[in-house]
């Protein structure tokens, strides 16, 4: 009886270690997801601002200043303010990056800042093609 208890347990442990996996980041399948992105964003070296700015690099690029992109008045306001792109709060703002940058904007003290909408309409609910897409943008992140 106590070794059917024991294998129990280690399939459960088993189990819960590939449930753990499936959650796991993978730029691989980020990469896939980013051709969604790519109506309005570039990514790479040689990646030229289009519809949105420039990707890469911007994770730990403060928020409104990739070079040479016309950023809307609410993200900009968002950088000023202190936002500075982190996988976390990239992960906020897929979902739904007007109401994340304003929430951002009342949570630091400026809520007449909050205001307008951002360039960026599209959103990305799915939680595990957020994690995925941001392991894709951590590969063209600043060393």
């Known amino acids: 009886m106590a070794k059917k208890i024991l294998t129990l347990m ?4 088993a189990g819960s270690l ?5 959650s796991a980041q993978d730029a691989t399948k980020g990469e896939a997801v980013f051709k969604q992105c790519m109506t309005c964003h570039r990514i790479g070296p040689d990646a030229k601002n289009l519809v949105g700015p420039v990707l890469t690099g911007v994770i730990g690029r403060q928020s409104g200043t990739a070079p040479g992109f016309a950023y809307s008045p ?3 306001a968002a950088g000023e303010a202190g936002l500075v792109w982190t996988n976390e709060l990239v992960m906020q703002y ?3 990056p007007n109401a994340f940058l304003k929430k951002f904007l009342t949570d630091k ?13 599209f959103k990305l609910a799915d939680e ?4 995925d897409v941001i392991a894709y943008l951590d590969t063209f992140a600043k060393k």
């Open 10 to 13: 280690a399939l459960a442990a």
């Open 18 to 22: 590939m449930a753990g996996g499936a």
């Open 74 to 76: 609410l993200n900009k």
């Open 94 to 96: 897929l979902p739904d």
């Open 109 to 121: 003290g400026k809520p007449e800042l909050a205001v307008g909408t951002t360039k960026m309409t």
């Open 128 to 131: 595990q093609q957020r994690k």
